[in-house]
């Protein structure tokens, strides 16, 4: 669909740019907040009483369950909804989710309502920018699906400025707060979101052998992602705080800095996308990835850390875009299959972060506590991710040569 797409298609449609701020608002509240903002609040409902320790850890898992059961869902939501009106009931539910848990009023309530955050997060996350990007033109994909994405480092970033500013009004008062910040955010996204393209029955399975294959590559490389990203994301305020013994204040500084990097990670990785392609993208960020746990490994310097945890955090989000672009690369021309495809994609990125992060948990006990050991662990997923890239070159619809992977395929 070329650039006027958008316009031509019937009054009700927004403009390209409202369309975008509306992926962006989506991923802000149903994962940037939904998800990340848990974090900083886990000290303050223990201390409130408001949950015992144990449970706090068994709530946060809830957005997880959540997420994953969206994701194998949101298919079959879509068969009764358009994904419009999917897309807008996913960030009220979301919004409303805030509300409700600044009313503690049992562990049943409250593991309910974070499960369905989790849900709506997955939905937008499927949905979002499969129904945007078909009317962005090809040569700005990149920095398009890059900008859709930015709220989830936008909400990485949050956990670490806005809710410790909340939580001096109150815990219950954060929450709402939340709550508030998301409603605005989905006003703003209301009319912005485009009526869906026709589409094509899903092909996946029934297209080309090498399509299916590659596809079957990329599922692998993005569950040994997911994998790679969990010590980093979980364990990294731990690992300043009492690994390296610099304390509370000094790790909620590295979670910042982790959550800038989150920021520039989509807008930057997608402009460079659209230069060189989203594969060749992909290679660098992960040897990238490997390259920046050295420090982390072997450092005791704040001055090498930071970097590093910078460096990490772009690649929190930044992936996410490069992913999907892949994904729409290897199924052109047919967005049913190409959210078919991402829903998987989702899906086992979902399963393999929440079995990571039992795994990873199992293994820091058994390590005694030793962060280092996590982080190798997490730049070995990393380096099979690569492999697995690697072996995607194989197929003729990826290859190194090519200047944009999202237009036509040039061999070289």
Not at 40 to 63: K, M, T
Not at 102 to 111: M, Y
Request: aromatic share 10%; glycine share 12%; charged share 10%.
């Amino acid at each position: 669909m070329n650039s006027q797409a958008l316009k031509d298609s019937g009054p009700r449609q927004p403009s390209i740019a409202h369309a975008i701020l509306a992926g962006l608002c989506a991923s802000l509240v149903g994962i940037g907040l939904a998800r990340f903002a848990y974090t900083p609040l886990i000290p303050s409902l223990i201390e409130a009483h408001w949950f015992a320790a144990n449970d706090v850890i068994y709530l946060g898992a809830a957005n997880l369950i959540g997420y994953l059961a969206g994701a194998l869902g949101t298919r079959q939501l879509t068969r009764w909804l358009s994904a419009r009106q999917t897309l807008r009931l996913m960030m009220v539910l979301a919004s409303v989710a805030f509300i409700a848990c600044s009313v503690p009023l049992s562990l049943v309530w409250f593991f309910a309502w974070r499960f369905v955050s989790g849900v709506a997060g997955a939905s937008i996350m499927v949905l979002a920018a499969t129904t945007i990007l078909p009317f962005v033109p090809s040569a700005r994909k990149g920095l398009a699906g890059g900008a859709i994405f930015l709220g989830l480092g936008l909400g990485i970033a949050a956990s670490g400025t806005l809710v410790p500013v909340l939580l001096d009004l109150g815990l219950r008062q954060t929450w709402i707060g939340l709550g508030l910040v998301s409603l605005l955010l989905t006003a703003v996204s209301w009319t912005g979101w485009p009526n869906s393209v026709a589409a094509a029955a899903p092909n996946s399975e029934a297209g080309p052998a090498q399509s299916s294959a590659a596809l079957k590559l990329v599922y692998l490389q993005y569950a040994l992602i997911a994998v790679g990203f969990v010590p980093g994301m979980v364990f990294m305020v731990d690992y300043v705080a009492r690994g390296l013994g610099w304390g509370t204040h000094s790790a909620g500084t590295f979670w910042v800095i982790y959550g800038v990097g989150a920021i520039f990670g989509p807008i930057g990785y997608g402009l460079l996308a659209d230069r060189i392609g989203y594969g060749a993208v992909i290679r660098l960020a992960l040897c990238i990835q490997v390259i920046a746990v050295i420090p982390l490994v072997l450092g005791h310097s704040a001055l090498t850390i930071a970097p590093a945890v910078w460096v990490i955090g772009t690649f929190a989000a930044g992936i996410v875009p490069m992913v999907l672009g892949r994904v729409q690369h290897l199924l052109p021309a047919d967005l049913c299959a190409q959210r078919s495809a991402w829903s998987r994609a989702t899906t086992v990125f979902a399963l393999f972060q929440a079995l990571a992060g039992y795994g990873f948990s199992y293994l820091f006990s058994l390590s005694k506590g030793d962060h280092r050991v996590l982080f190798m662990v997490g730049a070995g997923a990393f380096v099979l991710a690569l492999i697995a890239e690697l072996g995607l070159l194989a197929f003729h619809r990826i290859s190194p040569g090519t200047s944009r992977e999202q237009g036509a395929t040039r061999q070289t």
